[in-house]
């Protein structure tokens, strides 16, 4: 394998993402892939703020990644699309968004810290999809670190066999073994086994052969050791990339494209980045989503970090698009079932209120964060129009600390994030029934009802498409779906299945949009019925205190509805377990506070509980609103309730 780019026209093409906890290197590992590469001279620095894909002032300002970035280069006959994401919790949005468009991953992970708590988020996810992983072990060269106990570390805690590529030692870098090699493939591959029980040679395309197919099946984890910062260890590691992991395959010749990312550009230009499964997009061309023609202006690809004009995005390539109609994230272009299906891994804790220096400009503030709310919609930017307030949903305070700075640098606008409340969600209480029909000719019937093994919502089709056909029944379940993420509370609803069973169409008078109407009212009727309950958030945490402490800890704790427990280690405290997000906004300020700074807090999504009873909590609306039918057919068709018939 060439250490040399090859930037020649390439027959394999593969997207990957580079993962890593906050701080780990991996935006320096990317930069080292850009000099490799050739695409730049000279490796950018994080602590110098010229990095490639840290391209927002923000990101340089505060020496962390707040969005993920595409770059792509040559690498042997291979072209590599690269996905930079951020590191810090807070942004993992930009995370559960970039894994859905992936053949393969890197994860990095520090010699010096070790697997830290975004490591196993990212990992659960990865491990969850199968996608095929190779590990970087960076800052091998740091005071503290140890390789050998992080490498064992991970063959211990991620429950997938490793397969060390090379080792880091007093400075040097060396190359395990064909034979090393071959005898951690036997724990995967029974074909190596085989071989090496009857001591049979092994050839090295064997070897290589077998890796490849094992890191595919996500049997095994090639792992490598290093340090970005010094380029030590990243050409073996892009080696591995280009021959290791999987390259795409085109499965049809019918488009089929999915919307990862927004990314509003200097001049102000919307770019739409487009992951292509099939077929192909050129200028000009018309798309569909969701029955809706939009037509693509210009196409992009990333030649680098760098977009170049082009003519046509083909299968397995990513690039950006601008239509003359807006397209959001998430929306699939033509034939859907060649995209991956959303894993989530990212949900905000907390609601909090905009509130503008300037209370004089209300729209100004609503308009820009509408702006930023097209680049990431999981802040749900929302107007609540009875109380004139902002409202949005944020996973924590870093990330309104960053969203304030973007308003500050992009708009000049001076904003503070208050008020912050728990983000609820919603829980039928038993089974009810919704129906709802528009102009005689088209109609809906929906049942919701509890179930706990569900981890959302499920939508289940119990009826025959002769009756209601598959495009309208398709439709029932993305507009049924999308109602249920406001429910009666305005909170989304979850441990849920939605049953389609019942419901017409005509073949002449019925058409999609009688359906925009009658499935919000269908299912919002049929969640009236049920009831639901509100479930909080808990987060599991990790605290420590020292001993001369532990009193006031432990009763801290016990106050705040903990479940926990304790040992003492090295005149510690430790203390771990799991608290309501509601009770745990101010435990770091506390904890630091009873310890003279000496303790330590971390905490993280665990999961969703019931409330105690008698809570109670009311969400802003965002958009029309099925819950108050009058204003929805009003806000729908301009029609009042009233003068509407059959619905």
Known sequence: ????????????????????????????????????????????????????????????KRGISVRAAVASFSWNDTRIQLIDTPGHVDFAAEVERSMRVLEGAVLVISAAEGIQPQTWVIWNALKRLKLPTIIFINKADRTGANT???????????????????????????????????????????????????????????????????????????????????????????????????????????????VFRIHHNDEGHRNVWVKVYSGSICTRDIVDVDNTQHQVTSVYKSEGAALSPCRMISAGEIGAIRCKNNLKCGDILGNPDFVPSLLSIATPLLG???????????????????????????LNVRWDQTSREIHLDLMGPLQAETISSMLDI?????????????????????????MASYARCSGVEITIEPDESADGLVF???????????????????????????????????????????????????????????????????????KTELWEPVLSFHCSVPDSNAGACLALLSSKRCVFTTKGENGLILAEGTIPACEAMEMPVKIARISAGKGYWHAKMSHYAKAPDGTSAIRARVGADPSNEELFLMQMTGVAKSTEKNI
């Not at 007093?170 to 190359?175: A, E």
């Open 1 to 60: 394998m060439s250490k040399k780019a090859n930037n020649s026209n390439n027959n394999k093409i593969i997207t990957i993402g580079i993962f890593a906890h906050a701080n780990a290197g991996k935006t320096t590992v990317t930069e080292n892939f850009l000099k490799l590469s050739g695409v730049k001279k000279q490796a950018g620095r994080v602590d110098h703020g010229d990095t490639s894909t840290d391209s927002m002032q923000v990101e340089r």
């Open 148 to 258: 050998e106990r992080v490498v064992d570390d991970i063959g211990k805690s991620f429950g997938v066999h490793t397969l060390l590529m090379n080792k880091y030692m007093d400075g040097r870098l060396s190359r395990t073994s064909d034979a090393q090699r071959a005898d951690a493939l036997s724990f995967a591959d029974d074909d190596i086994l085989e071989k090496l029980l009857a001591n049979s040679p092994l050839e090295k395309n064997e070897l290589n052969n077998s890796i490849s197919r094992s890191v595919s099946n996500f049997d095994i984890l090639p792992v490598y050791c290093g340090s970005a910062l010094h380029e030590v260890g990243t050409i073996e590691l892009l080696n591995g990339i280009a021959y290791y992991l999987p390259r795409y395959k085109a499965q049809s010749n019918n488009l089929s494209a999915l």
């Open 352 to 378: 909090m209120q905009a509130i503008p220096n300037d209370t004089a400009n209300w729209n100004e503030v609503l308009q820009a964060l509408l702006h930023i709310n097209d680049e990431d919609p999981h």
């Open 410 to 434: 992009r708009y000049g606008i001076k904003v503070e994030f208050l008020h912050p409340t728990v983000l609820y969600k919603e829980v039928p209480v038993s089974r009810g029934l919704g």
């Open 460 to 530: 289940e089709s119990r009826y025959s498409v002769d009756w209601l056909y598959a495009r309208y029944q398709r439709q029932v379940e993305r507009l049924s779906l999308d109602t249920l993420e406001q429910g009666l509370c305005g909170f989304p609803v979850t441990h849920a299945k939605v049953l389609l069973i019942g419901g017409y169409c005509d073949s002449v008078g019925s058409d999609p949009f009688h359906y925009n109407i009658a499935a919000p009212l269908a299912a919002m009727r049929a969640l009236k019925a049920c």
